[in-house]
């Protein structure tokens, strides 16, 4: 699974056209989604959020980053889901309720994909009651639920409530994450799951999935 460092550069760089590009070159050369993915595509994020936490990358940079790597799974997305006959599982996600922030939601989101998940994405400000609509048109088995306003946090809390009051807290299993968020809030709302990366929200999944 080698590194292809022109795509690795692109994502780096946020060149979203030179990035789709790129990966039609790579599957046209016989390299596997996945491996694309994971040894190119995660990658080329961590650098990105290595770079902003050493402050040489600011919101600009990051949101040109999430872009090219928006654009550079487009291709990959409809291979991931054919190549994977059954999925690893079912996930919808979302950005609760107030919260406009999704940079990190959809790096989870890659990396559940990446995974071999099914994910549907709600997009951000999602309200209790879209998720609850969601679950009952797409039977998930986890809910991934992300913040980053500590207002917003609570309304993670409001969410489960939601769901417990429509009769469908047993039919799936809640994740939770994103700055703000912490494992005894998790554990306070009562989320099956916490994570703080999303490297962890993957391996998170596949317990809560019991995916070995
Ligand atoms: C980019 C950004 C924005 C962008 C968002 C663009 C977008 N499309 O997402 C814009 C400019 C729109 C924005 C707006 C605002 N923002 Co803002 N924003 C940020 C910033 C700089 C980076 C966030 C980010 O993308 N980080 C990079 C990603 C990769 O990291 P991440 O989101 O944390 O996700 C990772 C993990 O948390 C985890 N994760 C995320 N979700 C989940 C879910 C699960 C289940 C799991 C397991 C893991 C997981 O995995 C990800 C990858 O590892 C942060 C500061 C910071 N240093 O974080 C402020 C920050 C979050 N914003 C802040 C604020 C206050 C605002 C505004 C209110 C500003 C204003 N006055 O208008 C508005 C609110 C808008 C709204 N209603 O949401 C504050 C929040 C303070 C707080 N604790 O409440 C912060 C912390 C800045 C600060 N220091 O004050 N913001």
Same mark, same amino acid.
């Given at each position: ?63 040109? +980053? ?18 994977? @006959? *059954? ?22 989101? !890659?990396?559940?994909?990446? +995974? ?29 639920? !992300? ?10 809390? !409001? ?11 047993? !039919? ?18 009562? @989320? ?5 990366? @999303?490297?962890?929200?993957? +391996? ?5 999935? +019991? *995916?070995?």
């Amino acid at each position: 699974m080698a590194r292809c460092e022109a795509l690795f550069d692109a994502i780096v760089d946020g060149k979203i056209a030179d990035a789709q590009t790129l990966v039609g070159e790579r599957l046209a050369a016989g390299e596997a989604p996945m491996d694309i993915i994971a040894g190119t595509l995660i990658p080329a994020m961590d650098e990105v959020g290595q770079l902003f936490q050493d402050e040489e990358y600011f919101v600009p940079e990051l949101m040109m +980053s999430g872009r090219a790597m928006k654009a550079a799974m487009a291709p990959l997305r409809p291979l991931l889901a054919a190549a994977g @006959a *059954v999925p690893a599982g079912v996930v919808v996600a979302g950005t609760v309720k107030g919260d406009l922030h999704d940079i990190g939601k959809n790096l989870v989101i !890659s990396m559940l994909e990446g +995974s071999g998940f099914k994910v549907i994405d709600l997009g951000t400000d999602v309200t209790p009651a879209r998720f609850v609509d969601a679950i009952r048109t797409h039977q998930p088995n986890i809910l991934c639920l !992300s913040a980053l306003l500590t207002v917003t946090m609570l309304a993670m809390k !409001s969410t489960i409530e939601a769901i417990t009051a429509a009769g469908l807290r047993d !039919s799936i299993k809640i994740m939770v994450g994103g700055a703000p968020v912490h494992e005894k809030f998790a554990r306070d709302i009562g @989320a099956d799951g916490y994570g703080v990366t @999303a490297t962890d929200a993957v +391996s998170v999944a596949r317990d809560l999935v +019991s *995916v070995a």
